[in-house]
Nanobody, 119 residues
Framework: QVQLVESGGGLVQPGGSLRLSCVAS????????MGWYRQAPGKERELVAT???????TYADSVKGRFSVSRDNAKNTVYLQMNSLKPEDTAVYYC?????????????WGQGTLVTVSS
């Protein structure tokens, strides 16, 4: 079974940092672009950052200059380094990626990891 599993969430004070990881596992032939999304309580899920296979990145305006997305293709892993965290960054963070497995592309989501920014 192919799956995405996030880790690294937790409670952090404003101004602090966290690093999220997302590992794809299973019978994987290829992974396309990978992305991080987040959903705050009472709000819709929003795109945070994406990264292509070669490493081109995009960011939501709200996180530019504070967050950095990277990937290790050999480890099927994508990371989200979050610095200068603000209370408004509090949300469940999800990993997303199209993965080629079993002869077809699968659009997969992780289970989410909670990030709470509070003093």
């Amino acid at each position: 079974q192919v799956q995405l599993v996030e880790s690294g969430g937790g409670l952090v004070q404003p101004g602090g940092s966290l690093r999220l990881s997302c590992v794809a596992s299973g019978s994987i032939i290829a992974i396309s672009h990978m992305g991080w999304y987040r959903q705050a309580p009472g709000k819709e899920r929003e795109l945070v950052a994406t990264i292509t296979v070669p490493g081109a990145t995009t960011y939501a305006d709200s996180v530019k200059g504070r967050f950095s997305v990277s990937r290790d293709n050999a480890k099927n892993t994508v990371y989200l380094q979050m610095n200068s965290l603000k209370p408004e960054d509090t949300a469940v963070y999800y990993c997303n990626a199209p993965i080629f497995s079993g002869g077809r592309w699968l659009e997969l989501w992780g289970q989410g990891t909670l990030v709470t920014v509070s003093s």
